[in-house]
């Protein structure tokens, strides 16, 4: 059997800006016993761009090297996680902008009803807060007792 690098394998990701999530899952399988594999002593730079905060810069990291054993085992393992990688990630939640809702990506329908419940919600609350407050006589006011002299 073939021997393969791991800077060879992740320069076969469909994604490379995931390389950094494959060689977190590859250490993991090895760690696991999935496959074997052996730390060499060389570096490798990962293909993904890490961005630097409040700068037009980004910067890239680099990895330990390791060799592993080709087989068909892994290469049902590396088939699963590419396509895992290479699937655009969630960034979360649409937010309802008036271009948003004209491109049709928020259903605005759906939006003003919960915007209807939640205001419903609200005034009842309100409601309810204030009707257990009129049932109440308010506290009289008693003048607090000095504890010191007056000079």
Same mark, same amino acid.
Request: proline share 5%.
């Given at each position: ?12 990701? @469909? ?22 594999? &052996? ?6 730079? $990962? ?19 390791? &060799?592993?054993? +080709? ?15 290479? @699937? ?5 939640? &649409? ?9 049709? $990506? ?22 309810? $807060? ?8 308010? +506290?009289?006011?008693?003048? +607090? ?7």
């Amino acid at each position: 059997m073939p021997y393969l690098k791991l800077s060879e394998q992740v320069g076969k990701l @469909a994604n490379p800006q995931r390389s950094d999530t494959f060689v977190k899952r590859f250490r993991d399988a090895v760690r696991e016993g999935q496959f074997d594999a &052996i730390a060499v002593p060389d570096r490798f730079e $990962l293909p993904k761009k890490f961005a630097v905060r409040n700068s037009e810069e980004t910067r890239t990291k680099s990895m330990r090297e390791m &060799i592993f054993e +080709a087989s068909p085992e892994f290469d049902a393992w590396f088939d699963e996680i590419n396509r895992g990688l290479a @699937a655009s990630r969630t960034g979360g939640k &649409i937010k309802p902008t008036a271009e948003n809702i004209e491109a049709g $990506l928020v259903d605005f329908k759906a939006m003003a009803e919960e915007t209807r419940r939640k205001m419903q919600a609200s005034h009842d609350k309100g409601q309810k $807060l204030g009707s257990s407050r009129a049932g109440t006589k308010a +506290a009289s006011k008693v003048p +607090a007792k000095r504890t010191s002299k007056a000079k």
